[in-house]
């Protein structure tokens, strides 16, 4: 069964200051990683995806995320956050050629002026 | 651009009455999702059809939830009785197929209040 830890509850950041959002994750089976964002009262957003190939994956609004095997990582960053990014993220994971999804308890990030 | 509809956005009611929530997937997805996610914590999978077959209720409370997608479109998802601990936000996600690698579409959920 797969587990997904997201190390932080909240992460508060001054507006064109770099973030990352950490997230680790437990499987004994190769995994798809995902990361999601939910802006207040609205469902969930797809930011970007590790299907396989390159660690490094680029998403929207200009987040990015790198899968690192050996430490069971697939944390967030991004190089300058704007007031707008001020969300929850979620860390996801489902087993390679199964069906269920995983979702981390969430980070909350916060970006002040 | 296509999205998940969901209705009502809002409901309250007291415990031990009866609650439905709707739902209606992008056109032409055979997978829905029901997730349930209690504030603070991420969203956790309560139901899951391809088509109208549930291919895992496994964490649903059978006793008091049920769900249905008849026509393998849209889907009601029922609570009888509400109680307390029930007070979540109710999402409902769709996806092209059954599988683990594609992006799941949320809709903007129904916040539900037992009191």
């Known amino acids: 069964a797969q587990s997904v830890t997201q190390l932080d509850s909240q992460v508060p950041v001054f507006e064109e200051a770099p973030v990352e959002l950490r997230c680790n994750y437990s499987s004994s089976v190769s995994v798809y990683l995902f990361w999601y964002v939910q802006y207040p009262n609205q469902g969930l957003q797809l930011l970007l995806k590790?299907?396989?190939?390159?660690?490094l994956v680029k998403g929207i609004n200009g987040f990015e995320a790198e899968f690192n095997k050996s430490q069971t990582s697939f944390h967030l960053r991004k190089p300058s956050v704007h007031i707008s990014d001020t969300a929850e993220y979620f860390c996801?994971?489902?087993?390679?050629?199964?069906?269920?999804?995983?979702f981390g308890a969430g980070t909350r990030l916060f970006v002040k002026a | 651009e296509a999205e998940v509809a969901q209705s009502p956005r809002y409901k309250i009611t007291e415990k031990s009455q009866a609650v439905a929530f709707w739902c209606d997937p992008i056109s032409g997805h055979a997978t829905l999702y029901w997730y349930r996610q209690i504030l603070g914590q991420g969203p956790e999978l309560l139901v899951q059809f391809q088509d109208e077959s549930v291919v895992d209720d496994s964490q649903l409370p059978k006793d008091r939830f049920s769900a249905e997608r008849l026509k393998g479109v849209d889907s009601t998802l029922k609570i009888q009785p509400a109680e307390l601990g029930d007070s979540a936000m109710y999402l409902c996600?769709?996806?092209?197929?059954?599988?683990?690698?594609?992006?799941?579409?949320f809709g903007p959920g129904t916040r539900l209040t037992v009191l």
């Open positions: 996600a769709s996806s092209a197929r059954l599988a683990g690698e594609v992006e799941q579409f």
């Open positions: 996801a994971v489902s087993e390679a050629g199964g069906f269920k999804t995983i």
């Open positions: 590790y299907l396989s190939g390159s660690t």
